[in-house]
């Protein structure tokens, strides 16, 4: 008796799987190319963008060490139009390479349009913003030089250090000693509680506060 009812289940499930079939059949063979295309498209995009990153990798090294400047330029060109890292990586190549040139307002210009492009990587952004106010403080702009970098005092800024002790050295500039002495002594707090006393940013906040004291 239970062979017989085992068969029986055995014809029903035939049975609906025919129906199931006979009805969806088409649907499902659909799914199934779409799912296939999708992986297959999925997998060549990647393909061709590790081809493309490998490519415009290639590109940056070579152009970013050309010595001649007015070649490098034309060459960083392209890569900074196909944007990206790179692209990114090349404009702050384009500064260092305005530097060498002697026109430094250029620099300044390039560093700080990065620092300002949210699509940017943040840490990229936040370099571009201390080497501008190294720049406007060089050129004798230290109202400049601290409200590029007044954002990356604050605790937890990966180039705190860095800011605070532009924003001092701008203050100082603009003789404000009072605002300057304040910036160094939280210089050497911030080298403190990083556990970095010993640094240079430590060191030199003690010699200007010295100077500062007499």
Do not use: C
């Not at 305005?98 to 390039?110: Q, T, V, Y």
């Not at 203050?171 to 403190?192: I, N, R, T």
């Amino acid at each position: 008796m239970a062979d017989i009812f085992h068969e029986v289940e055995e014809d029903l499930r035939r049975d609906q799987a025919a129906a199931i079939w006979k009805k969806y059949g088409n649907v499902i063979i659909g799914a199934a190319l779409v799912l296939v295309l999708a992986v297959a498209a999925q997998w060549g995009w990647s393909e061709y963008s590790t081809r493309k990153q490998l490519q415009a990798s290639a590109d940056f090294l070579r152009a970013a060490a050309t010595g001649d400047l007015k070649q490098r330029e034309a060459e960083l060109a392209p890569v900074v139009a196909d944007g990206g890292i790179y692209g990114v990586l090349a404009r702050f190549r384009l500064a260092e390479t305005a530097i060498e040139a002697g026109d430094k307002d250029k620099a300044r210009g390039i560093l700080g349009e990065i620092a300002k492009e949210q699509s940017a990587d943040k840490p990229l952004r936040d370099l571009a913003a201390i080497q501008a106010a190294l720049l406007e403080l060089d050129g004798g702009k230290p109202e400049a030089a601290a409200d590029l970098v007044k954002d990356l005092t604050k605790e937890g800024e990966g180039y705190r250090l860095s800011a605070l002790e532009i924003t001092g050295l701008a203050a100082l500039a603009a003789g404000d000693k009072d605002k300057a002495k304040a910036s160094f002594e939280a210089v050497k707090k911030a080298a403190e509680q990083d556990a970095a006393p010993g640094t240079g940013f430590a060191q030199r906040a003690d010699q200007l506060l010295d100077r500062l004291g007499n």
